[in-house]
C-alpha cells in the first residue's frame, strides 16, 4: 500500500492485572483486512463446568514511515473449569444460589472454585520491524486460580490469584513473571 498511514494503531497487549508486556512500534497503524477467528467450546454437567476458545487475530500492519504492508498473526487459547462447592448447577449463563446468602443462619448463597490456562503467541515476524524486541515479549502463559461467592442472582464477589510467565524477549531487564491478587464486585440486574 502506498500513501499516508492515518488508520488506526493496534492495541497493545496486557495481563488482566494490566500489566503490558506486549506494545507495537509509535508508528505502527492498521493497512487493510483484519480477519479474525474465534471458535469455543463448552461443556456442562452438575455442578462442572468447562470452556475452551481458540482465538487467531491477523491484522494487516504497515509503519507510517514504510510503504510495504504485512499481515501478521496472533494466536490465543484458553481453558477453563469451575466446580460449584454448595451444589448447584454450574451453567453457561452462571451459577445461580439454591437459597441467597443470609448473614444470619446457614445460607452461604453459592460457592465455586475456579481455575483458567491460557497462552499468547505474538508472530515472530513482528520482530524487530513491528514491535521492539528489548520491550516486548514474543508469549505469555497465565494460570488462574480463583474463587466465586454468588450471594444471590444478582451479586457475585470474585478472588482470583493470577501468575503471567513471559517468554520471547531478547534484551528485557525485567522480570519474566508477573503475579496479581484481582478481587470484583460484580452486580447483575
Partial sequence: STGTKTAVAPASY??????RFFAWRDDV?????????EPQAFYYAGRLGLLASWVASRPTLARVSQARSQRLTQKAWALAGHWVLTGEAATYRGVVPARDFRWTG?????VELAA??????????AF????????????????TVGLNWHLNAHVKAVLNFERTWFHGATTRATRARGDAVLTRLQLRY
Fill in 14 to 19: 496486557r495481563t488482566l492485572a494490566q500489566q
Fill in 29 to 37: 497503524r492498521h493497512d487493510g483486512s483484519h480477519v479474525r477467528v
Fill in 106 to 110: 446457614r445460607d452461604p448463597g453459592a
Fill in 128 to 143: 524487530p520491524n513491528f514491535a521492539n524486541p528489548a520491550t516486548s515479549w514474543r508469549r505469555a502463559r497465565t494460570a
Fill in 116 to 125: 483458567r490456562w491460557s497462552e499468547l503467541a505474538i508472530d515472530a515476524a
